[in-house]
């Protein structure tokens, strides 16, 4: 215990671990000088303020100060610590340095306080009256969050988890009794390979800054119900929760970029438990933003509305409960592992249920409901039926992701059903052909009361137009094949295009109150169109009809997609022929080069290209591919390694002098056969051919001298294979008597050369040619799809953002006018 | 009726098909034996067997993987799969396979390991550690 050990850099630590307290503790103040300035009657008593005000900022400052201690620790590679030994290594560039800050539990938790207190920091400035009771709401959660790291034993129960933990105090072995044990330990564990993704970089941030922002709507209303102020507070909250879905919607969307690109998962959205519980908050604040527009305009769906945006926050730590506390187990494969969290995580959801089914319960008398009901066709009722559709879409989504859950709750033994992607797309999309509808028609009612007539004869009009357009798209794009609730969506996601379009040039005539909306819609349903094509018709390109199979082979499981290349061997795949060139190794990847070509009808060459699909080898987590993609507008093609041969421990192009003494070496060859030939004559082999150009009286064998009397013949050999010459010169020779022959390898080609004895009677040469069996030369088995249209979701996202930025200018005017 | 009550029984109703659907749909986790005697597919949770051979041979057949594995009721069967072996998947400790039984092999159409090096990485390998020390 009392061993002093030798190298270990405490103090960062020692300050980081300072910061983490010094943020609990300022939390806490905030949160309670900001509950006793509300509650303070005294109007000009501002010290309550004040104090709380000045505990916020050093919470924000000690959150600044702990991220660069931890900073500090993980660039100067103190592998002393966990996180940074876990995470880290000495190879990693720095921006995956940056990376890997975010890469643990803990930095996530303090990404989320940072964006946390930023937000707080702009509430202070902007919420004007707000201020208390808002603040107070959010410093609570601001306490909650700064809980999770503070990894100190509180009553035997260890609160949170530090991300200045010690690697000796983290992790057992027999090498911390060692006093100078970090001598031992060179690098890091390193980055998972599936995380060294620019886009890992990025990802976690904006995702993070979302996930924070959903809790300034959430203070909102519960300061409303607080402040009994039911219906002031949704005028300074929409335009945060217009910010909030942007950014969350941006975050999710960037982390199925990820996905995409890494393939790893098969396409941008796997459905995995975390990706969905992504969503969980997304969903419900939409539909909470809507319903928000509606009682705004009417005073209808008061209580719809506050629980919906309540609801989103819950889902929030929901879905952090889900992704850290290790109670997905087996059924996800990003999930985290338990910090021993459990009971904190739930806890934080707890605490917040507990708040907001409080605050309603107790004023459940008071909140402004109407009695009356709503036109029919009126746009106030068809939104929130789009916003209880969006609801329900939720409710399925937890409801099947927390199968693990409930498992763990009534003890039951349920599994996910066995085809679950097919499961969510087929529920989903019925879900989203009746959103996307109301995302259109919705658009050509008036709020209270709308002409019935006229609204018939558009909305007809727009379902025939858009019902020609979906023909041709179906049948262009091969939808057709598949299950018709798709071709469902595609009509009403193009339907609500159309209309939302129309919205948008009526817009710019003059009501330009109503283009943030129209955008934001035409985005949303490009989105829709975008993934269902791209989804939809994924083409498997490398198609393989070789081989034993299996009879009569489940479903589409068995879509044959690998194929397998030899090196130097072109392939016909699909439209283009394909040849694997080569490997080069930029440590710790190792590219394959597989050149594509594209041939017409007449044979002439099209199109050419490389692709370098990549492995990357890391001692800790075995082989990792990434695929190499070629972009079109319209389609994408992907090349993705799926199996290697053994890796090799000598590099492959290691062509020197392999002497005949190595008998090993023959065991990679098939039987030698020996040529009897002249200068001039041809062998035939396997794949080519053989010429004897000449013989080199004067060939040289380095590091062996030649003395008077010794001979050394080179025979000038041109390989032809496949298209490709290669030369090679094996070599005979007399030394002091005796017989040697010096052998050559075209690894290239697979060859071996000897050039094994000279018949002068004959006027001959005897040429042994030693050939590679076809599975000892280099192959690489690999599968290349082709996701087409992806585009359109891209581009939807990036017009939704652009919807959303509108709305939000256009809310912040009014709040300004009003 | 009000437009209000008719909404929210609608709203049920969809959330009960939903729930109707997802236990339709539903799984279970099962043994070997269970695959036998069900019809269709399920989960089987399992560990691989090391002693046995794993056959994934690229030039006969790219698409084409056997191995064999216990379930946790300790008994063994071999598994094909259509595909190729995943990465490092003598490592796995755990294997999840969903899929069916078609005569005395498990046909999986999906797999999933569990490496406890990929995700948990509180363990030092001590071995390693001193293999280093002889490099000092």
């Known amino acids: ?818 | 009726m009000k437009k209000s009550s008719i909404l929210g029984l609608v709203t049920i109703a969809v959330a009960i098909a939903v729930i109707i659907s997802l236990y339709a749909n539903t799984s279970t986790y099962g043994s070997f034996k269970d695959a036998r005697s069900t019809n269709g597919q399920l989960h089987v949770i399992g560990y691989l067997d090391k002693q046995k051979d794993l056959y994934y041979d690229a030039a006969k057949d790219a698409n084409y993987f056997s191995f064999y594995m216990k379930d946790k009721k300790g008994e063994e069967c071999k598994v094909v799969f259509a595909g190729t072996k995943p990465q490092d998947f003598e490592r796995s400790e755990q294997i999840v396979l969903v899929g069916e039984m078609k005569g005395n092999e498990f046909q999986a159409s999906y797999i999933q390991m569990k490496c406890p090096s990929k995700y948990t990485k509180d363990r030092i390998d001590v071995t390693e550690a001193s293999a280093k020390k002889a490099n000092l």
């Open chain 1, 1 to 818: 215990m009392n061993t002093v050990y030798k190298g270990e850099h405490l103090l960062p630590g020692h300050i980081g671990q300072f910061f983490v307290v010094l943020s609990f503790a300022a939390a806490l103040l905030a949160a309670i000088s900001y509950y006793f300035a509300t509650t303070n009657t005294n109007k000009l008593d501002k010290s309550w303020l004040k104090m709380a005000r000045a505990a916020f900022y050093i919470n924000t400052l000690s959150i600044l100060g702990l991220g660069t201690c931890l900073f500090y620790v993980i660039y100067n590679h103190y592998f002393e610590y966990h996180y940074a030994w876990a995470y880290t290594s000495r190879s990693l560039p720095v921006y995956y340095i940056i990376a890997g800050f975010w890469n643990g539990q803990e930095g996530g938790f303090l990404l989320w306080a940072f964006w946390q207190a930023v937000l707080g920091n702009i509430l202070i400035r902007r919420s004007k009256s707000w201020e208390q009771p808002v603040m107070t709401i959010l410093s609570l959660s601001q306490v909650v969050l700064a809980s999770m790291l503070l990894g100190i034993e509180f009553l035997g129960q260890r609160i949170g988890s530090s991300p200045f933990l010690l690697l000796r105090n983290a992790v057992e072995g027999p090498i911390f009794s060692s006093p100078d044990y970090l001598s031992f330990i060179k690098d890091g564990q390193g980055m998972n390979p599936l995380l060294q993704n620019y886009w890992m970089v990025i990802h976690p941030p904006v995702l993070f800054l979302g996930l924070a922002s959903v809790a300034i709507p959430f203070c909102y209303a519960i300061a409303g119900l607080w402040q009994k102020r039911y219906k002031e507070w949704v005028n300074p909250a929409i335009p945060y929760t217009l910010f909030a879905v942007m950014i969350l919607g941006v975050g999710v969307i960037m982390g199925s970029l990820w996905a995409y690109e890494s393939l790893n998962f098969g396409g941008f959205w796997a459905w995995d438990p975390v990706e969905n519980a992504s969503i969980f908050p997304w969903l419900t604040l939409v539909a909470g933003l809507h319903v928000l527009i509606v009682f705004k305009n009417t005073g209808h769906s008061y209580f719809t509305a506050t629980v919906l945006i309540l609801l989103s926050f819950i889902m929030v730590l929901y879905e952090s409960f889900l992704a850290r506390s290790g109670v997905l187990g087996e059924t996800s494969v990003h999930a985290f592992t338990d910090l021993g969290m459990f009971g904190q995580l739930v806890g934080y959801m707890v605490i917040f249920l507990v708040l907001s089914v409080y605050f309603l319960v107790v004023r459940w008398k008071e909140l402004p409901i109407t009695k009356k009901d709503e036109e029919t066709y009126s746009r106030e009722f068809w939104m929130f039926v789009g916003a209880i559709f969006l609801s329900l879409s939720c409710f399925h989504l937890v409801l099947v992701t927390s199968i693990p859950v409930w498992n763990k709750m009534f003890g039951t033994k349920l599994a996910p059903p066995t085809d679950l992607v097919t499961h969510y797309n087929i529920i989903q999309a019925s879900f989203a052909v009746v959103i996307a509808i109301l995302m259109g028609f919705t658009q050509f009612l008036k709020y209270k009361k709308t002409d019935t007539t006229r609204f018939f004869i558009t909305t007809i009009l727009y379902l025939v137009f858009a019902a020609l357009i979906t023909a041709l798209v179906v049948y262009v794009s091969g939808i057709y094949k598949l299950h018709f609730v798709f071709q469902l969506v595609m009509l009403a996601a193009i339907f609500s295009i159309l209309i939302n379009a129309k919205v948008l040039a009526d817009a710019f005539k003059g009501k330009f109150k109503l283009t943030g909306s129209a955008v934001a819609h035409i985005g949303f349903g490009l989105m829709l169109v975008g993934a269902l094509i791209s989804a939809g018709t994924r083409k498997v390109v490398s198609t393989n009809d070789k081989g034993i199979g299996l009879a009569n082979f489940t479903k589409a499981a068995n879509e044959r997609e690998n194929i397998m290349i030899y090196k130097n061997e072109p392939m016909k795949m699909g439209p283009y022929v394909v040849t694997y060139l080569g490997d080069s190794v930029s440590e710790p990847n190792h590219y394959y080069k597989v050149n594509y070509k594209r041939f017409d009808d007449n044979g002439k060459l099209v199109e050419e290209f490389l692709l370098k699909p990549n492995v990357q080898i890391n001692p800790q987590m075995g082989l990792t591919p990434s695929p190499d993609t070629k972009h079109y507008l319209f389609r994408d093609l992907y090349t993705h390694i799926t199996a290697l041969p053994p890796l090799r421990t000598k590099p492959v192009n290691e062509t020197a002098d392999a002497g005949h003494g190595q008998e090993n070496d023959d065991q990679n060859y098939d039987e030698p056969v020996k040529h009897e030939i002249q200068v001039g004559d041809t062998i035939r082999y396997r794949e080519g051919y053989i010429v004897l150009k000449g013989l080199n009286k004067k060939a040289q064998v380095q590091d062996i001298p030649l003395g008077v009397n010794d001979v050394a013949v080179g025979a000038q050999l041109e390989v032809f294979s496949h298209d490709k010459t290669y030369e090679s010169e094996p070599v005979y020779m007399i030394k002091n008597g005796s017989v040697f022959d010096f052998a050559r390898k075209v690894d290239d080609a697979g060859l071996k050369l000897r050039f094994s004895k000279i018949l002068p009677d004959k006027g001959r040469v005897e040429i042994t040619v030693y050939q590679q069996p076809e599975n000892k030369k280099p192959w690489i088995v690999m599968s290349a799809l082709e996701f087409p249209y992806i585009n359109f979701l891209w581009s939807g996202t990036i017009i939704m953002v652009i919807g959303f930025l509108l709305s939000i200018f256009r809310r912040n005017k009014e709040l300004k006018t009003t």
